[in-house]
C-alpha cells in the first residue's frame, strides 16, 4: 500500500527539539518556565499584539475569552454557523446561547448583511447580544471592514476567533488583533502545532491578567490556598511551548508554503471537469494564509459529490474531509436561532478540503490530482 496521505499532519522543524532539551536539562517542566514566557512574547511579537496567554487548547482560549467578555448564563453570542464546533461550544460551557448567522460566498464566513439582521432581530426581541465570535475560516479574511463597523455600531465586543487563520492578514496586520480578544489553536492540525494548545492575544492588560488567573485555577493572592471565584486548568506546559517557539520560527516558510499548495490546486483543477479551488480571490487588503485548499464541486458539470470524491481518494490511500457541517444543522444546536442558511448548506453540499499540509511533497500533490482526475 503507499504511504497515506494526511489532511494537514504535523510538520516539526529542526530547533523545536532544542528547547525541549533545554526545558528537560534546566528542569523546566511546569507549571511555568522560559519556554512559556518565550512563547508568549514571540506569538505576541508575531501577531502585534502587547499581552499573550498561552493555553492548553483554542477550545480553552475561546471559553476564558467569553467569560472575560462577561458572557453568563441566559446571554446570546453571535457566531457563525459554518465554522468547527469549537466555535461554539464555549458559548454552552458559559450557560448562553449561540445566535448562528450564514455566511456569505465570496469568504465563507460570516455574512455582514445577516450579521445585521440578526443584531437588529435580538434588539427587537429585547436580547442584546453579548459577543460576537469572528470566524476566519480555512484561514480566509472575513469581511472586516463591514463587520467591525457593525460590533462598533452596537458596542457589541468581538472575539476573533483566528484558530485557523495564523499568519493571515488583513492590510498587513495579522488577524488575532482585530477583536477585544484574539484566539489561536496550535492542535495537531494547525498551520504550527505544539502538539495541542491554544492562545489568548489581548490589547488590554487586564484582561490578560485576568485570563492568566482564570487559567491557574483563580488562586486569590494569598499564602494559602484561597478562591473566591470559579477557576480552570488551561495553561499550556513550558515543554509544549518549547515546542512552539521552534515552530513559530518557521510561520513565514509554512504561509508560503501553504499558499503555494493552494496556487498549485488552483492551476491544475482548472482542467478538471466541475471541480475548482475556492473561495478563490482574496478580498482586497487581505492575504489568506490558505491553511486549507478547499474545493467546490459544480454539480451542472460533474456528477461527482464530495463524498464520492472523498471515498475514491480514500480507495488511494488519500485523506480528504467534508467541509465542517453547519452548526445550525446540528443536533446538538437543534433550538439555537439561525439567520440565513442557505449559503452555508450549498457550500457543505458542494465542498470538500483537500491535503494541504506543508510536509506534502510536489509528487503527493501529483497523487492526489491523479486520483482526482480519475474520479471524474
Ligand atoms: C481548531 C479550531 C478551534 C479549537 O482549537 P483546539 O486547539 O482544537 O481546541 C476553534 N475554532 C476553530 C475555527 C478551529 O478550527
Redesign the pocket.
Known sequence: MVDRIYLSPPHLGRHELNYLHKAVEDNWVAPAGPNLAGFEAELAAAVGVPYCVALS????A?HLGLLLLGVGPGDEVLCPSL??V??ANPILYCGATPVFVDSEPATWNICPERLREAITDRLRLGKKPKALVL?H?YGMPARLPEILALAAEFDIPVLE?A??ALGSTWRLQPLGGFGRIG?F???G??ILTTG???ALVTYDRTLAERALFLATQAKDPAPHYQHSVLGYNYRLSNLLAGIGRGQLELLDDRVKRRREIFSWYQEHLAALPGLGVAPAAELPGSRANRWLTTALLDPEATAATPESLRQHLETHNIESRPLWKPLHLQPLFADAPMYGGTVSEDLFARGLCLPSGTVLTDDDLRRVLRALREAL
Not at 57 to 60: I, R, V, W
Open positions: 487548547s483554542g477550545t480553552a475561546l465554522t468547527f469549537a466555535s470566524v475560516l476567533d484558530a485557523e484566539v489553536s496550535f492542535n492540525n494547525k495541542g494548545g491554544g
